[in-house]
């Protein structure tokens, strides 16, 4: 059982570039999230699903996109990348929303964009 | 919105003895659940222990508990007889029942002293 797949693990972009970091769950799991982690900041809550087809902004959305066309993927699209979108991106899964059912993260993408 | 507060950005501790991270979280809302998260070097997202807040009672996880003041909003982690395995970055995460957004502290930094 994988779990939540994230790939790359490791990305260096320039100021400009497009780039989908990709997230995949096999758990059947119907929320899915992508957070950003900068130091000092703790998670922040960049876009999130409830199913496929469902998506909607959560925190800090400003310059990703997001799509859920299946339950298992929901990919992380940086139109063009920004010096200030340099950080650990988490992609987590659940079972449901709102309830004691932790979310299952993924291992990470560290993105450098100079 | 709700807010979650880690006050301490590091903590140590002597290996084998007791230390106790804290916690307070802002909200309007009755029903909600409350985590802790434990990020080792590897920076996987692990689940430590968890909390409804309609229990009275404290969740324990075998060395981990939780002293759950609910009035005071504050949700802090005790970790017992303390290992080097448990060096990692904690992070405080709440989130209300029916909601999708799970909102993290700024976490605390432990460090345990052989």
């Known amino acids: 059982n994988a779990g939540v797949t994230q790939t790359p693990k490791f990305q260096v972009l320039k100021t400009g570039q497009s780039m989908t970091l990709q997230c995949a769950q096999d758990?059947?799991?119907?929320?899915m999230s992508w957070y950003r982690q900068d130091p000092g900041m703790g998670l922040r809550l960049i876009h999130y699903?409830?199913?496929?087809?469902?998506?909607d902004q959560g925190e800090v959305p400003n310059g990703y996109n997001v799509s859920r066309s299946t339950t298992e993927d929901f990919p992380l699209r940086l139109l063009s990348a920004a010096p200030s979108q340099t950080s650990v991106y988490f992609c987590?899964?659940?079972?449901?929303?709102?309830?004691?059912?932790?979310?299952?993260f993924g291992d990470g993408t560290r993105l450098s964009i100079l | 919105a709700q807010t979650v507060t880690q006050s301490q950005p590091e903590m140590s501790v002597q290996e084998a003895e007791t230390v106790t991270l804290s916690c307070t979280y802002d909200t309007s809302e009755s029903d909600y659940y409350l985590f802790w998260y434990k990020q080792p070097p590897s920076r996987q997202m692990i689940l430590v222990i968890r909390?409804?807040?309609?229990?009275?009672q404290n969740a324990t996880e075998n060395r981990f508990s939780v002293n759950f003041q609910k009035a005071a909003k504050s949700f802090s982690l005790k970790i017992s007889d303390s290992q080097l395995g448990d060096a990692a970055m904690y992070f405080c995460?709440?989130?209300?029942?029916?909601?999708?957004?799970?909102?993290f502290g700024t976490g605390t930094r432990l460090t345990i002293i052989p």
């Open positions: 758990m059947n799991h119907e929320y």
């Open positions: 909390q409804e807040a309609y229990k009275q």
């Open positions: 987590a899964s659940s079972v449901g929303t709102g309830n004691n059912q932790p979310q299952h």
């Open positions: 699903s409830v199913g496929a087809g469902i998506t």
């Open positions: 995460a709440y989130i209300n029942f029916g909601n999708e957004k799970l909102t």
